[in-house]
């Protein structure tokens, strides 16, 4: 804990006097294959948190859910549901990480195309809180640790059409083989990639990462080193 709070230090360090603006709906899809890759997804989801949400009245926004063959409803977080990080973070506890638990032997491919279109018709929406109107961007973030479905790429492509952009955080298994290739093309692009691990170092670059995908003023991203 110690660590993570210096390294967030650090960040703020990095960015100096130009305060973060990231004003963003983000829509966050979970698939775990199994409970070890599930800790260092709720490692991944912190970081996005408290990297993301700096300015709460005009900058991002998340609604998130869990999914397996489908969307878990049950699992379901709404925007406007908590004002700062770490209200969404106690949600994502009591909501997302049971099914993440629960799914210790998941499925090894994760049917991301119908979590793409749930995201689409009942979380990206006005009626869910979506600012679109208000000229906020739209992204859906999928993070897993498994190969995404055929139809996943359909399904981004959908998105992308209509000005929601795709990002794959990929949550680095030992135990599976990943198809780079279907992931680059769900996410749009390489650079629409991003990796969570275990390496030294994969922290500070995961969070940069975050910051230079989607803050929306001046930010400086000087990397720090993790303590």
């Not at 049971?98 to 929406?125: D, R, W, Y």
């Not at 006005?126 to 600012?131: D, K, N, S, T």
């Not at 906020?136 to 479905?149: G, H, R, W, Y």
């Not at 969570?196 to 003023?217: H, K, M, P, Q, Y």
Request: with cysteine.
């Amino acid at each position: 804990m110690k660590s993570t709070l210096v390294f967030f230090a650090l960040i703020g360090m990095a960015i100096g006097e130009n305060l973060p603006h990231f004003p963003h709906d983000f829509a966050i899809l979970y698939h775990s294959s199994n409970d070890t890759n599930a800790m260092m997804m709720a490692t991944a989801a912190t970081i996005i948190h408290r990297t993301l949400k700096q300015t709460p009245d005009d900058g991002a926004n998340f609604a998130e859910i869990y999914f397996n063959d489908f969307p878990v409803e049950e699992s379901r977080i709404n925007f406007a549901e908590s004002a700062n990080a770490e209200d969404e973070l106690e949600l994502f506890m009591q909501r997302i990480w049971p099914e993440m638990n629960a799914t210790g032997t998941g499925n090894q491919t994760a049917v991301a195309s119908k979590a793409i279109i749930f995201a689409m018709q009942h979380m990206l929406t006005e009626e869910a809180g979506a600012r679109k109107t208000k000229g906020v961007e739209e992204t859906i973030l999928i993070v897993t640790d498994s190969n995404l479905d055929n139809d996943s790429i359909i399904a981004a492509n959908d998105a992308r059409d209509a000005d929601i952009s795709v990002y794959v955080i990929v949550i680095k298994s030992r135990d599976t083989d990943l198809n780079k290739t279907r992931l680059v093309e769900v996410a749009g692009n390489e650079t629409n990639v991003l990796h969570v691990s275990e390496e030294a170092g994969n922290i500070s670059t995961f969070a940069l990462a975050l910051i230079d995908n989607f803050c929306r003023n001046q930010c400086l991203t000087k990397t720090p080193k993790e303590p």
